[in-house]
Structure formats: structure tokens, C-alpha cells
């Protein structure tokens, strides 16, 4: 048949040549290019579905870990086009992150652990934020496997706003993950550790060392602003403004601090009273709340994926673990105790079956809430103990070393994949809840966790081929999408009725996959994107180091058919999530009145308070002003730099020589820099944007006199 | 017309639909694809054009800097696929730059400014290494603007292995350019300033401020070792090799370190016998040596883009430059001095000409050979004067405010335009040096330095349209383009017959340009990137900053057709280079021989020598060995990592809690990390990569004893 159609293809091809259409004015035909390019009418087919002429915008956004580079990655489908490296864990000077900038070195300081600055992160598993179980495509949230951190993006500006530094944890792994209406952030721990910094010999690993899940609070209204335009709004509301102006700007945090304020201007009665419209109209930002936040203990196994439940299994959350052995021999010549046992690889993996963790965080808040926690490093812990004595902390067998961890839309099934089983195993929340409520348990683990039985908390197990790792979601009912690590393909199968549909093949290895909302109540099916971590021959060779490659696959019918390759260029990404692009509403400028220390043109100006020196300047196409500062040796430079720009995408940079200081001012910025002028000498200082014709002739002298 | 083979179109589509074609077993027919995507046949063409299915390899590769990044990028053409970011002068955990492996740390130590870590790098111009005017394939050189540094980066590996600090600049900007066989690297200064490090006032700018261009002495044998390999091909050559087993690995500065160790062995007089041989066989690497560069000092106009000589030009260089007002005005309220003058994009573009700067670099060489230079900061730097003398030093006048200098292929012409003016200056080589060798000057300038005739020197002037920047050249005769700023088009042009062919609009704000080997003595033609500074709407939006957009354009036919839109999503690239993939020859894995500190499985230990500890270990899919490693608080830690796989693409990581570590290992490498172990406590280390099914398991603890 495929000949047949060929043959035909051919003919009609010398027609098109014949009639005149395959030089369109630009020499080669498109016969003649994919004769000589080597393209198959499918390749043809497949580059049409993915190709976006200029302007094309693409329809899903991923946003993607990036691995050890410690960012998160922003591309789109189906152009598999990368947009945008968002700095998180990692100093970036583009964005001016970490570069001498106030707002993002307030960011990373709050990332160091311990008093040490960590500049880098283990990116694995990001986490869109999510309202009734749906991406909102307000904030993505993005953990730190190897110092265990989570940080949160705000999806206005692209920028990481916060970072969170795990008290307690010396490892994590299944994080970030939302509940579904971002609730809690959790972060799973991996490797267990004393939950105290203190040095704990291994042999006390049973009793000291400890794994956990912590549920970071997120509170959407963590900081409040009454800008212009929200007074301006209050005032048609109704609401009593006068003296409100005096506010303008400024950041409250939380509610009460805002009602405050406002009760001081308008009166309590009537700040009171009018909290619904102060509150509806404020500008409003998202962050994790430390002190609302707490870890519930769990054995020294090592933790790993965990999912939220939703719908019918609301309330709940599901962590796999591996090593239930609690193996620690170690291995290898050289070690300092319990030499020549075997390696973690194979002493973590003996027993047949390890555990999944269920939890009943509804029940955990509820504890935390009523005091029921130890403090740890300042953090609140729930104890085993008490979590078990809460039914709220439970253990289901679940195939050795297991990697996936997936609930389904419906929230009825939770889908675990073996890693060295062959076999998905479909658990049932229904099932488990049924024997959680007849408190028929199997046995109970060293800790004093209630078992489950494995078998009466199935729906089903499916054959699925080699290495099944994570699961993905179709639009189509019960349609799901594994991925065969050793097998490397993707398997397409039905998770309800126990079946497998089809198979493709892809190159090489793959790890997670990610499908269009695919962690949402619906998701969307029509893409589906490998994450493979091999590349091997996929690419042209750019030394030993390769990329990794990210694989397109349309599921729009039954057949999967692979679209495109995609190279990694920085960074081994681990997980994704992918949002319809339309739900994202990021600004493309500031309010300059939303920085307080904002200059208009003609109110640049230099402060000298004994050696602190306080320069406001504006930038704008192509000039800063002032252009010539001096200052002496020693002096405490704080420099306010507005750009004054309210073109789109009219950004400046700054830098200045020798200070490692730089940059990025988007339109309507005022960007802050803090350093100690404590090198004599002459450093020009210039805008590091190609902002216009005259773009060189955007510079300065920073002068510093002995 | 286009309306007819529309119309023709449509009936063909039609009858492939009905003989079946359409479906091809992948739901929508490419017809309905096209339609439902909204792409015409032109972007059908251009899809086919630059779509490489799973596995096609790109034709040509890309080095472009990274801005502000700090970074290099390499992407595929025509698929424009990013392959990677190499990190320079950026710390970068991914691929273990700058993160306590030690050979980066190394590399990053030879960039620190008067003992500052400077850990970003404004990066603009990449010179690939030549042979006879031709890339090699064998090296990329990089600059920062910022920082004047030069960095070198070997394409065996992709990786960083050495940067150069100008030891007298404050700024820079024409960076870096190869001479035709890669002699020297040029690094032209921009921003004047003392050579010296001191406080200069302002108003000494004429007197002390000063400009130059330095010419960094390239070696590709800088560093020679007599790897097994080469031993065996000497002994095959009939060269006494007896002793030479002892030399093994061992790195040589330089030919005459190589012959004299030899020399030990073998005998002095067999040693100089077999010089060629013994350089023949001998594994090199080449470096930029300090020792043997020189400055040309210049005026303190600001010199700019710089290009060398090939052909009958060869042994010249010319150096644009801006300001020749020498303006240092200021402006701006808050300036320290100098109040409300006019702004420098104004003060500094006032006359309607600047100078080209042109340079014997022959003599100079001569010169510094000669011992005729002075020594500031170490560095040797030769007078105007003294070049003046030597007929060494010449300026042209140029249209104001020049942006590119672009000598021919031929090397008969340099192409200057004028970015305030709407044309290109095409100077003749042949006419400067009748004007150079009749000593006819049409004056000097306040330095001393003769000024030719402008209207003497030129060949022609082409008026090509808005803000023309930048020139790169096509595989056909004569044939030119030249990005055109303010109009945001790129002009095909003839610049030996003076006239313009034809015009393409991009999107938008168009830099530099870069053709397929353009900088050759023989461009390619076929390919064309505009590298635009703004992207506006072109992409989905991704906040303020936005991504740039480079755009390839198909130059294989007189028509330019525009064939993709590639956001970039980290960094501001400024310059790029094109090369054809197949001279690239990375290695795939690493010798493993070629690492003093590798070791063998079984070979792993731990040495104690006092408070010092050494960690020799293995990591192969998938454990370390040793597993488990206890050291005291405030032990120096020196950890040796092999990574002893062979398979290509099989690479491991190695992180460490809250140690701030992270190194790439790749296949065959052993990489040395170094921290001293401050903290007490329980750190996991593990694997960063995803190695294997079981690569949660490859894991291990550093525990830390009070």
C-alpha cells in the first residue's frame, strides 16, 4: 500500500512540476527539497504539524526542570521552540539574577542553608499552580533535589520570587507537586538523614535517620499592595478612600497587616467592613508560608514521586519509596565502615516489593493546627506516631524500587510503575479506602505503620514491557501513557480496563513524559513530549557532554506518530508540565510605580550620607543619567537605575567593569544595586543591550578617587 | 499568479484526498494540517527546508555568543536546534563549571580582575580559529566587553580551557578576531581609559585616557604531551623511544620543555634529531600566551568592531571607532561634574566622520620583537609613536559613528557602514597602501598619527538604506549583505559594482549578521541568520524580558527567502560564526589515560595525611565506589571521580548537600573536586544523572565528625 501511494505521489508531484507550482520564485521545489533533504512524506506531514512561520505562536507552554543547572526551561509546542531559561537556583546574569541586583540577591540569600550560599540546584519535578484541580497559570513552583530547597515563579514576570530552604531534609526528590488548589506545595525527602544537622553514625540509622514529606503552605494573598489602580477601583466600590493614597506601594503582609493600615486611614469599623472589596482589589502575591507549613515524619526509607489525590481522593497524597531494605552496607574499597557488602544498587533492591506512603493530609493540618508537632530546626514535625494514631498515615506494597507515582484525572486509581517489574500496578483509592475503614491491615511496618494488602488495594496490574517508569493522561477515559525506560518507547494502554493499546519507540531512554495538561482533572491528550536522557547519535556531536532530547509525540489519534526531536542545550531536565498557552497572562512591562524607589526624567540625583552614596539615575534609549559619577574609595554605593522605556521589549542593561555587577532593566523597571566602591580607579560603566543605533554611546564613568 | 497556483493547488490537494493519500494512517491529511495550522505552501517549503526528522544531522553549526550570559551557544542549521550553552565566563552546575571541579576552577581563576572573581562575562564577538584564511574546526575564541577578557574554548571537548586577562583595558568591544592562520587573537579596546589602574580625573582624558588594540599571540603547540599513542607512532617512525614510557601524560610548555625532558631520556643530540617527529606525533593544545602579546596603543577615540587582512591585505588589521570627538561631557542631573551638557549618544556623534583605525600588525610584531614597547601592568605596549615611525599606523576618515568593518573574502576591500549614514564605505586596500607608500596624508591627528584621504581610499559608496550595520558575504563574487538597523531589513548588494539587488524586511531591529563561513577567504552562501535584538510579537509572550529572535534566511537563490524564527532563551547574542558541521571533529568520550588522578575499578581508596584526605573513586552504572566516607570537621578533602564507562552519551553527576559541589563526569573523565569539609553532619551524595534504571540507588553518604 505504502508503495502504491508512492508511485502515486509521483505522478502527482510531476504534475505539480509540470503546472508550474514547485519553483514558487525560490529556486528548489518542494520536491526537489525533500528529495534532496531526505524527507519522507511522513517527516513532510510531521513538519507542517510543528513548523511556525514568523509570528506563528505556539498553543501549549512547557515548563520544564533543568536539571543541575539549577533553572527552569519555558518552551513551546508543537514548535519545540526554547523561550526562556528562568533563572532559580543558579546566579544568571542576563536576567541580572544575583548579580548585584537587591531584589534577586534577596531571593538567593533566602536560598543559603546553614549561613553557606548554594548556587546551584538539582531542578526535577516543577509544579504549575493549580485551582479545583487545573492549571491557573499564575505560579510554577520547581524543588532542589540535592540541597533541598523549593522556589516559586511568578508567571507575571517570569522571575523567581522566593525560595525556601527545607529545615529538616538533606534530600528530596518528589517535589514540587500542588494540591489542587495549590493548598500545600509538598516535597518529598529522598536520601534519609538526621533530621537535626548534627553527625549520626550510620549505625543508628533505624532509629535516627528519617524520611518525610513536608506540605508547604502557599497563601495566593501573602502580600497585598493597594496600588492606583486599586484604589481607583475601591473608590467606585464605594469604599472610603481618603488617606488611602498614603499607602499606595506599599507591601503588606497578609490581610491583617493590610486591614490595619487601612482601619488607621479609614477606621477599623470601616476597613472592617469593607474587607471583602480591600481584599478583592489589592494586587495580590503568592508565596509559601514557613510558619503555617510542617513535615510529617516517615520511616528511613527513601521517599521519592508523590501525587496529590483529587476528586474522590481529595485530601489525600501517595509517595512511593525505595530501599524499604534500609540498606546501608555501602560498597567499594576504600569506605571507612562495612567494606565489600554489596552496592546500594543491589542491596537497596532485594526485597520484591517496597512501599507506597498514603497520607491523609486533610488529617495532617489538622493535627499541625492543633499543636499536635515537635519543632525541629525551628520546623513543625508530626510524628509517625501521631499520624497513625490520627488514621492518617498508611503503607501499601507496591513492585520493587518502583519510579511513577500517578493519580488519574478522576482521582479514583493511583498508578505506580516497577522500574524492574514489568508490570503497571493500578491501585484502587476506593479499595484502599475500604480497607483503611474496616482497618483490615496486612501487618505493620517496624515504625508502627499500618500495611495494606497489596492485592485487595488493586484494581489491576498490566504487563507494560521493560522498565516502566511515569504515567501520563489522556483526554480519551481511562487512556494512559507510560514510559519504558529500558524498552525505550512509550506504551499507550488503557488503565480501566486493564489493556494495552500501542507502542512507539523512541531515542533513547526516556525518563518522564509529560502530556498536554496531563496532570490536570482533564487533560487535553494531542501532545505528549518524551523526556529522553540520551541522545546518543540523535544530534550533531558538540563534545562528550551531549544534550538530552525531548521527543514530541502526537496522540491526537490513536496512532502515536513522533513529530519532532528536541535538543537540551543546558541542563538534564527530569520532569514537565504543559499549560495552554492561553491561560498565561504575563505583563510585557512594569508599572514603574509599583518600585519605590522609581526616578522620572529630571529628577536623577545624588545623595551622600557620610560614605553611603545613594544614585538615582533613568536609562532610556540611549542614555543614562547621570552619566559621570564620582565617588571615593570605600563608599557604600546604592544605585536606583529606572528604565523610563514604555515600549515593549525596549529593555536596558547595566554593567559596570571589574565590580561583577550586572543588570537587566525591563521597561518600567527600577532595578537596585548594592556595592562597596573598594577599587580606586576608572570603570565605565554601559548599557549591555543592543537598545538602538546609538546603544554604544550608552555609557558612563564610575569613578572612584583613592 | 500566486493566486492561480493557488487555485492549482487546491485541485491537486483535492485529488491526493481522493486517492487516498491524505490520511497516510496519522488522522489529518497534510492538507488539513495546513490548513488548520494556517500555513501557505511558502511555509510548506520553508518547513521542508529546516525540518530535520529523529536523527538528521544539522549541515552547519553555529557559535554565537551569549551576551550577557556570559556564555557561548551552539545551534544547528538549518533546523536551528540549540545543541548547547558552553559556559565561559559563567559558573555553570550542568556541565560542572566553576563548582569545585578543579580543572574549571582553574580555568575561572585565570579570569580573576585584580583578585575579584568576576563571574559573568559580556560576551560579543566568537572568532573561530583559521588556517589560510579557512575555520579549522579547531578552536572558538570569546570576549567580554565588560571585563576585557578573551576566552578559548577547544572544539574537541566544548569546553572552556582557558581565559586571558587584558592586562591594561577597561572595556572592549572588537573581539575576538582571528588572523588568517590564528597568529593572533585582536581585542579592541572601547570605553578610554588610564592603562594604569588609578584614579584618573576626567579632564585628563586626552592626555592619559587611552584606546589601543591588542594582539593576543596564539600557540597551537603550547602544550605538548607524549600520550601511549604518540609513543607507539614514534617508535614505528624509528625514534628511540626508550624512557619515554616515563613521560607519559605529562604536560609540556611549550616545544622546548617537550625536547629537553625527551632530551633526558634519549639523548640531547637524538632528541633535536627527531624534532619534527617528536612534534608531529605529540598531542597538542593550543593557548594564547601572555608572554608574547602586545598592545598598540591608540588614541582615546573608542575603537569598535576590528577585522584582519587575508589576501593581498594579509599582515593589516582595521578598527572602527566612535567618538573621535573624544567627548566626555556627561550629562544628567546628579552628575559629580560637568552639569547638563549634552548627553554622549549626542556629544559623541556630532562630527560627520570618525576614523578607521589601520594597522600593520607585521610591523608591530617587529617591533615588540625588537624590545621597542613599554611595560604597564606587566604587559608589553607599544607607542603610537613608535608605530607611527614604523609606518605602522594610519587613520581614514569613515562615516559617523561606524558600526561594521568587514574586510572582503578577496581581502581587497573593507566594507565600513556607517550606522548614522544611509551607506556603505567600500575602502580599497590597493588605494590606502598607493596612499600609505606615497606617504600622501591628508593631515595628522592631535597624536601624531597621518589621517589618509577619505575620498582617495574609498572604492565606492552604496547607499543601502536605515542604520546599515554589519556586512557578511555570499559564496558569489562581489556579492554582500548588510543588516539594515532602523529598518529592520537586510540588503543584498554589490560592493565591487556598487549596487543594491534586492531587500528582505525582518522582525525585528536587526544587529550583526551571519552567512555560512563568512568570515572565510570562501563563503558558503546557502544560509543567512539576521540576528535580531527584538522579538515583540514574534514569540508567546514570557514576561518582560523577552527572548531575541535569529531568523534564517535561504540565500541560495538571488531571491532571500525567510526560512525560521528561533527565539533565544538565555542571553542577548551579539555575533555569531558559521561553520559546516563536518569540520568539527569532537570527541565522543575521554581517554581516560589522559587523567593523572584515574583510577582503575578496584583500585578505589581513601588516603589521610594529617587533616588532608584523599578520595580516589569510580562511578560506573550505577554505584560510586566507595559508598560510605567519614572525614573530620575541617578536613581538606581532595575527591578524585572516574567515571570508568565506555559507552558514548553514559555520563554520571556528582552533587553534594549543602556543600555547594557539582561536577560532570563525563565518559572516561576524571574530574578532581576540592572543598574543605566545614560543616559536621550527615551529607548524601549522589548521582545527578539519570544513569540507569536504578540511578536513585547511586548514592552514597559523607559524614562529617564533629
Redesign the interface.
Known sequence: MVKK?SQ??KT?WM??II???AG?????S?QE??KA??????????????????????EY?VFSS?????QV????VPSM?????IAVF??????GYG?GESESMEVLEQGK??G???????THHPALSEMEGDYDGEYVFIND????RVALID?????TKQIVVNPIF??E?GSSVATPNTEYIMEAA??P??FT??????EKYNEI?RGGVTYWKFDRNAILTLNRRAVKRLKKAGVPTKGLKDLEDQEFQGEDALLSAVGEKVGSEAAMKNKAALLKYAEKEGRLIPGKSFTVEMPPY?Q?ITDAGKGPSFGWSFTNS??TERY?G??????????DRL???AG??EKDTDYMHVVNWKEAEKLFKAGKYNKINGHAVISMADMVAANALFLIPEPK?P?GNDVTPDGKYIVVAG??DTHASVFSFEKIMQLVKAKDFAAKDPYGIPILDMKKALHTQVQLGL?P?HTQFDSVKGVAYTSL??DSMVVRWNYEEGKVLSKIPI?Y?I?HLVSAEGDTIQPDGKYLIALN???????????????QNH?LI?I??S?M??LY???L????P?YAQMIK?DK?N?????DKKSFKHYVRS?????ERNGNKVT????AIR?????????VKKGDEITWHITNTERA????H?F????Y?V?G?L????TATFHFIAD??????Y?C????S??H??????L????
Open positions: 501511494y502515486l505521489t502527482i504534475t505539480l503546472l508550474g507550482l514558487m520564485g525560490h529556486g528548489q518542494l527539497v525533500m533533504r531526505g524527507l519522507s512524506e511522513k517527516d513532510l506531514l510531521a513538519a507542517a504539524k510543528t513548523y511556525n512561520p514568523t509570528g506563528k505562536k505556539d507552554i533543568g536539571g543541575q543547572s539549577g526551561i519555558v518552551y513551546g521552540r526554547i523561550l526562556k531559561y543558579t546566579p544568571e546574569p542576563w536576567q548579580y542553608i546553614n553557606r550560599e548554594i548556587n546551584w540546584g538539582d533535589k540535592a540541597n533541598p508567571l507575571k514576570t517570569f522571575e538533606k534530600s526528590h529522598q536520601y538523614a538526621p544537622n548534627e553527625y549520626v553514625p550510620l535517620y527513601m521519592d525505595i530501599n546501608i555501602g560498597f567499594g574499597k576504600g569506605n571507612t565502615k562495612f567494606q552496592a546500594n544498587e537497596m533492591s524500587s519510579h522500574k524492574l522498565g517508569l525506560y529500558v531515542n531512554n525518563g536522557k540520551l541522545a546518543i547519535d540523535r544530534f550533531n556531536q558538540v563534545g562528550p557532554l551531549h544534550p521527543q502526537d491526537s489519534s496512532q506518530q513522533l526531536d528536541m535538543p542545550p543546558l541542563g538534564e527530569h498557552a498565561l504575563p505583563i510585557v512591562r512594569f529630571g529628577q536623577e540625583r545624588i544614585i538615582y539615575s533613568t540611549s542614555h543614562y543619567s547621570p552619566e559621570i559619577i564620582e515593549q521589549d525596549q529593555v542593561g554593567g559596570i567593569d571589574n561583577n550586572h537587566s525591563e521597561p518600567g523597571e577599587q580606586e580607579g576608572v570603570f565605565p554601559y549591555t543591550e543592543f537598545c543605533a546609538l554604544l554611546e550608552m555609557t558612563g564613568y569613578l572612584v578617587k583613592p
